[in-house]
């Protein structure tokens, strides 16, 4: 029993020691349309922050009165913006 586990040992270690092969199924058609759906989301997320700090700031500038028809606007283009786009399921 202790040789079959030196002997296992052993054979782990040999293969351990061998280089990395490449394995070609890694670098696939499927791995390459997932690496640039991935980009594309990513440039997308990074365009909507910007967009989204620069509007925030924008709107940083409106104080006292101004604020409340500025939070009534901005809800009411939010809540058409769910209206229209978000419950699609209806019309399916």
Same mark, same amino acid.
């Given at each position: 029993?202790?040789?079959? $586990?030196?002997?296992?040992?052993? $054979?782990?270690?040999?293969?351990?020691? =061998?280089?990395?092969?490449?394995? %070609? /199924?890694?670098?696939?058609?499927? /791995?390459?349309?997932?690496a640039?759906?991935?980009?594309?989301?990513?440039?997308?997320?990074?365009?909507?922050?910007?967009?989204?700090? @620069? /509007?925030?700031?924008?709107?940083?500038e409106? =104080?006292?009165?101004?604020?409340? %028809?500025?939070?009534?606007?901005?809800?009411?283009?939010?809540?058409?913006v769910i @209206?229209?786009?978000?419950? $699609?399921?209806k019309?399916?």
């Amino acid at each position: 029993m202790k040789i079959n $586990r030196r002997r296992r040992l052993i $054979r782990t270690f040999n293969l351990l020691d =061998q280089p990395i092969r490449f394995n %070609p /199924f890694v670098f696939s058609r499927t /791995f390459f349309m997932w690496a640039v759906t991935g980009l594309v989301g990513g440039i997308i997320a990074g365009g909507y922050w910007i967009v989204l700090e @620069h /509007f925030t700031e924008f709107l940083a500038e409106f =104080q006292g009165w101004q604020v409340i %028809p500025t939070m009534a606007i901005c809800g009411l283009l939010a809540g058409l913006v769910i @209206h229209f786009i978000g419950d $699609r399921e209806k019309f399916i």
